[in-house]
Protein backbone atom coordinates (compact mmCIF):
# COMPACT_ATOMS: atom_id res chain seq x y z
CA UNK A 1 0.00 0.00 0.00
CA UNK A 2 1.08 3.65 -1.23
CA UNK A 3 0.30 6.26 1.40
CA UNK A 4 1.25 10.20 1.02
CA UNK A 5 -0.09 12.60 3.15
CA UNK A 6 -1.22 16.46 2.85
CA UNK A 7 -0.96 19.34 5.15
CA UNK A 8 -3.46 21.65 4.67
CA UNK A 9 -1.99 25.29 6.51
CA UNK A 10 -0.30 22.87 9.48
CA UNK A 11 1.18 26.63 11.00
CA UNK A 12 4.20 24.81 13.29
CA UNK A 13 7.34 24.31 12.45
CA UNK A 14 8.23 21.81 15.00
CA UNK A 15 4.58 19.96 13.68
CA UNK A 16 5.37 20.47 10.02
CA UNK A 17 9.46 18.42 11.09
CA UNK A 18 7.49 15.91 13.59
CA UNK A 19 5.13 14.60 10.94
CA UNK A 20 8.31 14.09 8.52
CA UNK A 21 10.40 12.11 10.73
CA UNK A 22 7.04 9.78 11.56
CA UNK A 23 6.81 9.97 7.99
CA UNK A 24 9.99 8.29 7.70
CA UNK A 25 9.64 5.94 9.91
CA UNK A 26 6.67 4.69 8.20
CA UNK A 27 7.79 4.72 4.78
CA UNK A 28 5.20 7.70 3.05
CA UNK A 29 5.51 7.53 -0.58
CA UNK A 30 5.78 11.66 -0.30
CA UNK A 31 4.57 14.90 1.73
CA UNK A 32 1.65 17.88 0.11
CA UNK A 33 3.31 20.80 1.96
CA UNK A 34 -0.30 22.99 0.90
CA UNK A 35 -0.84 26.74 1.42
CA UNK A 36 0.73 28.19 4.55
CA UNK A 37 2.20 24.96 5.43
CA UNK A 38 6.39 25.58 5.80
CA UNK A 39 8.82 23.59 3.76
CA UNK A 40 11.99 22.31 5.02
CA UNK A 41 13.80 25.40 2.97
CA UNK A 42 13.02 29.30 3.13
CA UNK A 43 12.56 31.60 0.54
CA UNK A 44 16.20 31.70 0.41
CA UNK A 45 16.88 27.80 -0.22
CA UNK A 46 18.39 27.49 3.16
CA UNK A 47 16.99 24.87 5.98
CA UNK A 48 15.04 25.77 8.53
CA UNK A 49 16.74 24.99 11.68
CA UNK A 50 13.41 24.77 13.70
CA UNK A 51 11.93 22.12 11.43
CA UNK A 52 15.39 20.35 11.02
CA UNK A 53 16.01 20.04 14.36
CA UNK A 54 12.63 18.24 15.07
CA UNK A 55 12.94 16.28 11.56
CA UNK A 56 16.51 14.98 12.46
CA UNK A 57 17.57 14.47 9.30
CA UNK A 58 13.90 13.01 7.97
CA UNK A 59 12.97 16.33 5.31
CA UNK A 60 16.16 15.07 3.11
CA UNK A 61 14.33 11.33 3.26
CA UNK A 62 11.06 11.65 2.31
CA UNK A 63 10.35 13.13 -0.50
CA UNK A 64 7.97 16.31 -0.21
CA UNK A 65 6.33 19.34 -3.00
CA UNK A 66 4.87 22.56 -1.87
CA UNK A 67 1.37 23.05 -3.61
CA UNK A 68 -0.47 26.23 -3.10
CA UNK A 69 -4.05 24.74 -3.04
CA UNK A 70 -4.89 21.58 -0.74
CA UNK A 71 -8.27 21.09 -3.19
CA UNK A 72 -6.01 21.27 -6.80
CA UNK A 73 -3.82 18.70 -4.15
CA UNK A 74 -6.56 16.41 -3.47
CA UNK A 75 -8.37 16.66 -7.05
CA UNK A 76 -5.04 15.57 -8.96
CA UNK A 77 -3.98 12.59 -6.06
CA UNK A 78 -7.74 10.93 -6.75
CA UNK A 79 -7.40 11.16 -10.35
CA UNK A 80 -4.38 9.22 -9.94
CA UNK A 81 -6.14 6.70 -8.02
CA UNK A 82 -5.82 7.54 -4.12
CA UNK A 83 -8.25 7.40 -1.72
CA UNK A 84 -8.72 10.43 0.24
CA UNK A 85 -8.99 10.17 4.45
CA UNK A 86 -9.54 13.13 6.21
CA UNK A 87 -8.30 13.09 10.16
CA UNK A 88 -10.96 15.42 11.51
CA UNK A 89 -13.82 15.81 14.01
CA UNK A 90 -16.74 15.86 12.15
CA UNK A 91 -20.78 14.56 11.94
CA UNK A 92 -19.72 12.64 9.03
CA UNK A 93 -16.55 11.00 10.82
CA UNK A 94 -15.78 7.47 11.57
CA UNK A 95 -13.67 5.76 14.20
CA UNK A 96 -9.73 5.81 12.59
CA UNK A 97 -9.79 2.29 12.62
CA UNK A 98 -9.23 1.73 8.85
CA UNK A 99 -9.83 -1.89 8.54
CA UNK A 100 -12.32 -2.28 6.47
CA UNK A 101 -11.66 0.85 4.21
CA UNK A 102 -8.79 -0.69 3.41
CA UNK A 103 -9.75 -3.83 1.94
CA UNK A 104 -8.61 -3.67 -1.84
CA UNK A 105 -7.10 -0.10 -1.27
CA UNK A 106 -3.57 0.44 -2.75
CA UNK A 107 -3.14 4.45 -2.73
CA UNK A 108 -4.08 6.62 0.42
CA UNK A 109 -3.93 10.06 0.96
CA UNK A 110 -4.25 11.00 4.61
CA UNK A 111 -5.07 14.86 5.04
CA UNK A 112 -4.30 16.65 7.96
CA UNK A 113 -5.45 20.04 8.23
CA UNK A 114 -4.42 23.37 10.88
CA UNK A 115 -3.44 23.05 14.44
CA UNK A 116 -6.31 25.64 15.45
CA UNK A 117 -9.11 25.27 12.79
CA UNK A 118 -8.37 21.99 11.25
CA UNK A 119 -9.55 21.01 7.47
CA UNK A 120 -12.54 23.94 6.09
CA UNK A 121 -15.68 21.98 4.90
CA UNK A 122 -14.40 22.64 1.23
CA UNK A 123 -11.81 20.10 1.72
CA UNK A 124 -13.64 17.62 3.72
CA UNK A 125 -15.90 17.23 0.91
CA UNK A 126 -13.52 16.16 -1.95
CA UNK A 127 -12.80 13.61 0.81
CA UNK A 128 -13.84 10.19 0.41
CA UNK A 129 -13.66 9.37 4.66
CA UNK A 130 -13.38 11.56 7.45
CA UNK A 131 -11.81 9.56 10.07
CA UNK A 132 -11.49 10.57 13.41
CA UNK A 133 -9.32 9.23 16.93
CA UNK A 134 -11.72 8.54 19.97
CA UNK A 135 -11.16 11.18 22.85
CA UNK A 136 -11.40 9.15 26.19
CA UNK A 137 -10.24 12.23 28.48
CA UNK A 138 -11.17 15.98 29.02
CA UNK A 139 -9.24 17.01 25.88
CA UNK A 140 -11.34 16.91 22.87
CA UNK A 141 -7.74 16.59 20.19
CA UNK A 142 -4.50 15.39 20.02
CA UNK A 143 -1.57 17.87 18.98
CA UNK A 144 -1.97 17.20 14.47
CA UNK A 145 1.84 15.44 14.50
CA UNK A 146 0.61 12.98 17.02
CA UNK A 147 -3.08 12.42 15.94
CA UNK A 148 -0.62 11.89 12.27
CA UNK A 149 1.40 9.12 14.05
CA UNK A 150 -1.37 6.83 15.62
CA UNK A 151 -3.42 7.60 12.06
CA UNK A 152 -0.61 6.45 9.96
CA UNK A 153 0.06 3.49 11.57
CA UNK A 154 -3.44 2.39 11.56
CA UNK A 155 -3.79 2.97 8.08
CA UNK A 156 -0.58 0.55 7.79
CA UNK A 157 -2.14 -1.81 9.58
CA UNK A 158 -0.68 -5.51 8.97
CA UNK A 159 0.32 -4.59 5.59
CA UNK A 160 3.75 -3.39 5.84
CA UNK A 161 6.74 -4.48 8.33
Request: hydrophobic share 40%.
Amino acid sequence: MEIAVALHNIRSLHNVGSIFRTSDAAGISKLFLCGITPTPLDRFGKIRPELSKVALGAERNVPWEYVVSTARCIKKLKAEGYSIYALEQSRRSIPYDLARLRRGTKKITLVLGDEVRGIPPSILKLSDAILEIPMHGKKESLNVSVAFGVAVYALMGRTQR
